[in-house]
């Protein structure tokens, strides 16, 4: 796999370390089994895959080489470049402009983007409506396009499923920008909606097969749909495809629930003429990061810390399996960690930072598990562990 020129801020020599030791010894990925880091007061627990992607070096690499290559001219991002602020304030701070927020919201008008401006186009791509508007203006998309291959290969399925005649139903945020580029893509194929996880997808099922009328359709799937894809005429063969974020133990849940769907609708015997098996568009990082994140769960820990951007997606649904053994807290860096007996944790549910007690009483051979997002420097996570090193040191003084 090709190696990525990451700013050195970034990279931390005793993660890298780790990571160079497993996939020597693990090639072929196939032992999921965490890292142990051992103190004198205290073990981490470190998942086998965590921290940047391909996607996510690739965009980052290419960002700071544009800034570097270009220091006359004009750089906007369209919106954040990954979900994590130390990048993205790392790249304001070198002169960069978001022209809009992470859900879509205007920050910089259009007017002032000019022809020889440079636009770059973040890792989770962007929607055919935004492609166009800068094109008719002449700004170059093509050179400063980092949309992740892995979003684009959920487009190109997205295409084969509208060329077969299917509906693509897409499992994902609809505000995620991720989201909102597939959307755009896929309905400009053919027939798309956006369920956001297994409950809107049975709400769909059971429309489609109690032929539900066309207003409650449109008014449950309210701009989550594409225009004209009729209810009663256009379910008659789907495929699922995902925001490559989600949990891929839910977007295979949902894309069997429907294939469970139109067999009760058209019988086993005639399911390959009405649903499509996509599971090869599931991200490879994800499910890596998710199913050791899994296998986390089997070890014996005092409590979990997950680290990354409050507004990614694919670390809160670490967080989400993570809190089904342990008492987990979800930080953006090492200042989160205000002592020995605070945190500050964000509570994806209510998206709110509160503080929350940490370690308190015991301090003697401590058990933590630690992993990140895709979007999450090395060294954030290095910071972290010596963040509490030097807390367990100094109480030990």
């Not at 959307?183 to 369920?195: C, D, I, P, R, T």
């Not at 005092?302 to 967080?319: C, K, M």
Request: with cysteine; glycine share 4%; hydrophobic share 35%.
């Amino acid at each position: 796999m090709k190696q990525f020129n990451i700013p050195s801020q970034y990279k931390s020599s005793i993660i890298q370390e780790i990571k160079e030791k497993r996939k020597a010894e693990d090639r072929l990925k196939r032992d999921f089994s965490p890292t142990f880091i051992e103190r004198e007061h205290v073990t981490y627990i470190l998942a086998r895959h965590f921290g940047f992607c391909y996607g996510v070096e690739n965009a980052v690499e290419r960002i700071y080489q544009t800034i570097e290559e270009n220091p006359n001219r004009k750089i906007y991002l369209l919106s954040q470049m990954i979900h994590n602020p130390i990048v993205n304030e790392d790249i304001q701070s070198r002169g960069v402009d978001f022209i809009m927020d992470t859900y879509g919201n205007q920050l910089i008008s259009w007017d002032q983007v000019q022809e020889n401006d440079i636009v770059v186009i973040p890792a989770f791509g962007t929607t055919i409506e935004i492609e166009k508007l800068l094109t008719d203006k002449g700004v170059d998309l093509k050179t400063y396009d980092t949309t992740c291959p892995f979003v684009e290969k959920v487009w190109k399925r997205s295409q084969k499923l509208a060329k077969d005649e299917h509906t693509i139903i897409i499992h994902g945020k609809a505000k995620h920008e991720e989201t909102r580029a597939t959307f755009s893509h896929a309905k400009s194929y053919g027939k798309a909606l956006v369920v956001r996880d297994i409950e809107e997808a049975k709400v769909l099922g059971e429309m489609i097969l109690n032929e539900s009328s066309q207003e409650e359709f449109e008014q449950t799937f309210k701009g989550k749909l594409s225009d004209s894809l009729v209810l009663n005429n256009d379910f008659n063969k789907v495929g699922v495809v995902n925001q490559t974020t989600m949990l891929a133990s839910e977007t295979h849940e949902i894309a069997e629930y429907f294939k469970q769907v139109m067999i009760q609708k058209y019988g086993e015997d005639e399911i390959k003429d009405h649903y499509a098996d996509t599971r090869d568009t599931l991200c490879y990082a994800t499910n890596d990061n998710q199913t050791a994140t899994l296998a986390l769960l089997e070890e014996e820990a005092d409590f979990a810390i997950v680290v990354g951007g409050y507004n990614s997606s694919n670390t809160t649904h670490l967080v989400e399996l993570l809190e089904q053994k342990f008492n987990t807290f979800f930080i953006s860096s090492k200042e989160k960690i205000i002592d020995l007996g605070t945190i500050e944790s964000y509570d994806y549910r209510t998206k709110d930072v509160q503080k929350q007690p940490f370690v308190q009483n015991k301090i003697e051979n401590l058990k933590i598990i630690v992993t990140c997002g895709a979007s999450c420097p090395d060294k954030v996570m290095e910071e972290v562990i010596e963040r509490i090193d030097e807390l367990l040191i100094n109480a030990y003084d």
